[in-house]
């Protein structure tokens, strides 16, 4: 688990194709790495990886699966390409931002980046199937950063980054049409499959739709 507090930008130092699965190896920048073992995990950009091998004078190496180089925007990292990091929590950690798991749920593209006084306001497009979870004022994880959603209309949403945020993440460097790592808030995820009740083990899909929901008795079937 990971709070969304990035605690340092890194680099993707090198990477090399394995088949349908990458190495990457990774620049951790002022990461500290003294806590740091082999087999731990460390988000980079909002995917969970495990180490698998490190040098403490600042490199780590993870193993990316075609699975989630399909569904994440990792694979399009080119050596130099910066990433944000963030070790995972400890039981003492300060959770400063939201309870993130490292499981990516989709890609976004950023559609507009304009100057609000000194923050920066940026309007990102969502894949259709993950507008249903993303609220205003709610919590979004984009490429690690836990974000306060300002706005929504339909799968597009809006944040407010202020400057702190702007130089301490990657998300100085967003441009329109760049590609983000998307992971809402895991309580949405877990309350959909709840509502569920018994049917989410017969229902394959397991899609939460208004006729559920009225064969559910959670909201009436007048129209």
Do not use: W
């Not at 600042?58 to 994440?72: Q, R």
């Not at 959770?95 to 950023?110: F, I, R």
């Not at 507009?112 to 994880?141: N, Q, T």
């Amino acid at each position: 688990m990971f709070s969304g507090i990035i605690q340092a930008t890194g680099k993707v130092a090198a990477r090399e194709s394995r088949g349908r699965d990458m190495r990457l190896r990774i620049a951790t920048g002022k990461l500290d790495l003294a806590d740091v073992g082999v087999g731990d995990s460390i988000a980079v950009s909002g995917v969970c990886l495990t180490v698998t091998s490190l040098a403490k004078e600042g490199f780590f190496h993870a193993d990316v699966s075609a699975e989630t180089l399909e569904h994440t925007v990792l694979g399009e990292k080119e050596v130099g390409a910066a990433v944000n990091l963030e070790k995972a929590l400890t039981l003492s950690s300060r959770l400063g931002g939201h309870l993130v798991t490292g499981h990516v749920d989709g890609t976004g593209e950023v559609v507009e980046r304009r100057d609000v006084g000194d923050s920066v306001r940026f309007r990102i497009a969502a894949p259709a199937s993950l507008a249903k979870y993303i609220a205003r004022k709610g919590s979004i994880c984009v490429d690690g950063v836990s974000l306060t959603v300002n706005q929504v209309a339909g799968a597009e949403f809006e944040l407010n980054i202020v400057p702190h945020t702007l130089r301490e993440t990657t998300l100085g460097e967003y441009r329109p049409g760049y590609r983000v790592n998307l992971e809402v808030d895991i309580i949405a995820r877990y309350l959909e499959r709840l509502l569920l009740g018994e049917r989410a083990a017969a229902d394959g899909s397991g899609e939460l739709t208004m006729d559920k929901l009225v064969a559910a008795g959670m909201i009436g079937g007048g129209r």
